[in-house]
């Protein structure tokens, strides 16, 4: 199933923060936080167990039990499995992000892509959820962002395992979709290159943003749209550092990143725009994309996306960031054609 068929709605909610990314969280701003959304008529939410070891899942699940499950979308991820054994927060192995999640609960995370992990991801999130169902399951991570150089090793074990679960999941109909839910664009170009299985599109977080765009508009968008497949575009504020944010890619932002944002910024203050709208509207003018998935920890930043969804941004602001070199000259812009 095409994924602009299950996610009908341009704007979902990443939950990511909702695993306590950076801060300890308080329960009742988390709840109130999906509560927002789910006023502001937000459907699509998307969640990992990565995020504070199974945190935001449960948080989730616990926000969206008293709404009719066929009223929203969700999608999980797998590649990790959150085990009932606890650790010391300083030494939990996370990866290169294992800082980000330190304020989660204490469960060890294991990495494992194979068919047999794949399943035991599922059934854990399906319990943490208080679901029977999830629409889309997203491989995570598996690219060299994590795994270094041996990303490939780690691709080829979810080619033999999750990629072939998954496309059983669907065939059978416990799922609708699968794909990537990567922070890189090579793991989808290698996926695309494979005769099978085949998948229903990609999360693609941080790589089809304002601030980062090219090589995803070169390698990845023109075969995703050829083939009638989907974007779902995760961080597009880029950790924050869109939006004046310390961290870029979950890290303290470069100065030449803070010098893009600046000059964006200027721009958008000389139309009267925000920062906000200018990065949902962008990464929503692609035709490959089907959604964007900002993360939020406060109810105040749900109405502000909303807002930003909404705003009127002229044309003039958009030729001038062209015209600045701030977006790929090819880059699709809203009201292209």
Known sequence: MALKDIITDPLGFGTAPLGNMFRDIPEEEARATVDAAWSHGI??????PLYGAGLAEIRLGQALKAHAREDYVISTKVGRIVLDEVEDVNS?????????????????????YSGDATLRSIEGSLKRLGTDTIEIAWVHDVAQDFYGDEWLAMFESARKGAFRALDRLRDEGVIKAWGLGVNRVEPIELLLELDEPRPDGFLLAGRYSLLDHAKALQRVMPTVQREGLGIVVGGPYSSGALVGGKHFEYAPASP???HKVAR???IAEAHGISMKAAGLQFSLAHPAVVAVIPGASHPGRIAEDKDAMREHVP????????KEGLVAPDAPLPGDG
């Open 43 to 48: 459907r699509y939410y998307d969640t990992a």
């Open 92 to 112: 939990r192995d996370l990866g290169e992000k294992g800082d980000v999640f330190r304020y989660g609960l204490p469960n060890k995370v294991v990495n494992d």
């Open 256 to 258: 030449e990143i803070l």
């Open 264 to 266: 964006i910024r200027g």
């Open 315 to 322: 044309r003039s602001f958009w030729l001038e960031l062209r």
